[in-house]
C-alpha cells in the first residue's frame, strides 16, 4: 500500500527504512521475541535509493542487509537505547500502544495540589491586601509595607512544588528523568517554569520597591504567567508547522528532531514528574504519538486550544486591571486567569475523553493510514 504525503500539521509514524526480506522459520533466530520497537525521534534512519529498489537483491544482498543495523551512528547510545525503554508488545499495531496512566487514582492529589494552589495565589494576596490595608494594622504600616509583606509570602505552595520536581529531577537514581538526558537537564516544564518565575519576581520587586507600590502592576503576575506559557505553545507549533526542526532540547525531544505539538512536552513532563509517571510514561507517549495519527491531531488542537485561550485570557485580564478601579483590579488580576484555567480544564477533559474513545472506534481503518 502506498505511504501517504505527510501534512505539515502532522509528522510521519515512522522514518523510512529498508525493506526487509522475510525470514523464514529456519533464518529466524529461536529467541527472537515478537516485539515492535519505535524508533526515539531525531535518529535517522537510512532508506533505501530508488535503483536499489527497482533492482532484484541477490541472496548474498539480503543476507548482508538483515545482518546490517540502519541505524546512524549516534554518540549518545543511552539517547537511542535508554535504561527504560518500553517494547511494544503489538507489532501489527491491532490497537493504539496503551498509555498505562490514569488520573482517578491520583484524583485525591490533584484535589489537595490545586486546592493549596488557590489559597497561596488566590487567597493569600487578596486576603492580605484587604486585610492589612482596611483592617486594624494600617494605621501602623505604610502602603510598601503592606505589599512586601503579601508578596514576601505569596507563591509560597509554588515554590516548594518546584524544588521538589527540582529533586525528583537531579537525584541520581531518578525515575522521572528525560529519555537520553543528563540530568542537569531537568525537563521542558521546569525550565519554562523557572522564565516565568523570573518574570514574575522582577514585576513583584519592581512593584513593591516605591513608597506607594503601584497597586496595578502587582495585580498582574498571573496574567503574565499565563501570556509566557501560551506564547511559548503557540511559537513551538507555529515552527512545526513551518517544518522547522527543534533548535534544542525539549524535554525527550532532541535537538534536530522535528518539533511536535507545544503542548506534547508539558503533558510528558507533568504526568511523568508531578504525576508520579516516571520516564515509563515519556517511552509510552512517545509510541503513542509516532502510532497513532489521530492522537497528534488532538495534540495540535490542544496547543492550540490551551494557546490562544492564554494569552486572550492574559490581553484580557491585564486591559481590566489597567482600567477599573484598583481594588477591583487587583481581585481581577488574581481571580481571572484561575477561573480560565478552571473553565478551559472542564472542556477539556470531555473533549480528551471523547477523542481517545473515537480513536480507538477507528483505529482498525486508521492503523494503516497512520
Known amino acids: 500500500m502506498a505511504t501517504q504525503t505527510p501534512t505539515p500539521s502532522t509528522e510521519p509514524l515512522r522514518a523510512a527504512t529498508p525493506t526487509q526480506p522475510s525470514s523464514t522459520p529456519e533464518q529466524m533466530p529461536p529467541d527472537q521475541p515478537a516485539a515492535a520497537h519505535l524508533a526515539v525521534p531525531g535518529i535517522a534512519l537510512e532508506a533505501p535509493s530508488d535503483d536499489d529498489e527497482r533492482q532484484p537483491r541477490s ?36 490497537r493504539p500502544p496503551p498509555l498505562n496512566y490514569s488520573l482517578r487514582p491520583r484524583k485525591k492529589a490533584i484535589f489537595w495540589f490545586w486546592f493549596l494552589i488557590f489559597l497561596d495565589c488566590v487567597c493569600m494576596p487578596i ?16 502602603a510598601n509595607a503592606v505589599f512586601s509583606i503579601s508578596t514576601a509570602l505569596l507563591g509560597t505552595v509554588s515554590i516548594v512544588e518546584y524544588f521538589i520536581r ?19 537537564y531537568l525537563d521542558w516544564f521546569h525550565w519554562n517554569l523557572s522564565v516565568g518565575w523570573f518574570f514574575v519576581m522582577i514585576e513583584l520587586i519592581a512593584g513593591t520597591c516605591p513608597h506607594d507600590p503601584p ?27 513551518a517544518g522547522i526542526r527543534a533548535p534544542c532540547r525539549i524535554s525527550s525531544l532532541p535537538m534536530g528532531a522535528p518539533l511536535r505539538p507545544g503542548i506534547y512536552a508539558y503533558i510528558e513532563d507533568v504526568c511523568a514528574v508531578d504525576g508520579s509517571g516516571g520516564t515509563e510514561f515519556r517511552q509510552r507517549l512517545n509510541l503513542r504519538y509516532q502510532a497513532s495519527k489521530a492522537f497528534r491531531e488532538m495534540l495540535h488542537r490542544l496547543t492550540l ?15 481590566i486591571v489597567f482600567t477599573i478601579q484598583r481594588d477591583a483590579a487587583y481581585v481581577v488580576g488574581w481571580t481571572l486567569p484561575f477561573i480560565w484555567a478552571g473553565v478551559w480544564t472542564a472542556m477539556t477533559i470531555p473533549w480528551v475523553k471523547k477523542s481517545l474513545a473515537k480513536e480507538y472506534d477507528e483505529w482498525t481503518a486508521a492503523k494503516w493510514k497512520a
Open 305 to 319: 486550544f490551551w494557546a490562544i485561550g492564554a494569552i486572550g485570557c492574559s490581553v484580557v485580564t491585564t486591559a
Open 59 to 94: 541472496a548474498a544482498q539480503n543476507a548482508n542487509t538483515s545482518q546490517n543495523v540502519s541505524r546512524a551512528a549516534s554518540p549518545n547510545p543511552s539517547a537511542i537505547y535508554p535504561n527504560t525503554q518500553v517494547v511494544f508488545e503489538d507489532p501489527d499495531f491491532t
Open 166 to 184: 527540582f529533586r525528583r529531577l537531579w537525584r541520581k537514581n531518578s525515575n522521572c528523568r528525560v529519555i537520553g538526558a543528563q540530568r542537569y
Open 215 to 241: 497597586i496595578r502592576v502587582l495585580a498582574i503576575p498571573a496574567a503574565t504567567m499565563l501570556f509566557a506559557i501560551g506564547l511559548e505553545l503557540l511559537v513551538v507549533d507555529i515552527l512545526r508547522i
Open 127 to 142: 486576603g492580605l491586601y484587604f486585610g492589612m490595608w482596611y483592617g486594624l494594622t494600617r494605621d501602623q504600616l505604610s
